[in-house]
């Protein structure tokens, strides 16, 4: 696909990341989304490979005065993971009791997301697991990042980063960082990724649930 091409929709890039998913020997996969762009492209991975569907839900913690520098970050899980940023922590002076206030907050989120994305449902356990996190795409692949050092404590037995588009140096960046990477498009120059989109519409909290609904039950759940 050149910087001129667009997917027609998340869920045509959802069935072109699949069928390359469907190739792979995966053992008990389990997909992880992040919401909301990630969740059509998920269940059409999720379906293709028999696997369950769970979320990667990440909050950024802004520095106090600067709430865009991302201090550190919270991740949903089955006990919800703190990323530290220690070169900003640092370099701003700040302590944990500095950021306590926005950490509280930020899991407060991410209970409020769960109980009403999931009704409230456990995480997938993702131990000794091979696991896909998929978005609609990767911009600076930061938030990203942080997800995956939380899903790493979890212990899987490998990690696939799946995405339809993202700039070459974001999957570089990546490729180093997780057993494998599947992008369909590193456009160049690379555009905002809704330009790589024809629909890219902001998915509703409702259009999320109803997805979320349809996902493959997990195998080894109880």
Known sequence: MDGLSRFGSREEAGDAIARILARAKLVNPVVLALPRGGVPIGLRCAKAINAPL????????GVPWQPELAAAAV?????????MNEDVIEACGLTRDDLQPAI??????????????????????????????VDD??????TLKAGL?????RKPGSIIVAVPVAPADAIQELEALVDRVVCLAQPEPFIAIGKHYVDFH??????????LAQSPPDPLAG
């Open 54 to 61: 769970d979320l990667l839900m990440v909050r950024k913690i």
């Open 75 to 83: 991740v949903d899980g089955p006990a919800h993971e703190l990323v």
């Open 104 to 133: 509280d907050r930020e899991l407060a989120e991410l209970a409020r997301r769960r109980r009403i994305y999931l009704a409230g449902r456990d995480a997938v356990d993702l131990e000794a697991r091979d696991v896909i996190i």
């Open 137 to 142: 795409g990767i911009a600076t692949g930061a």
């Open 202 to 211: 902001p998915l509703t909290d409702d259009e999320v649930i109803k997805l």
């Open 149 to 153: 050092q939380a899903v790493k404590r």
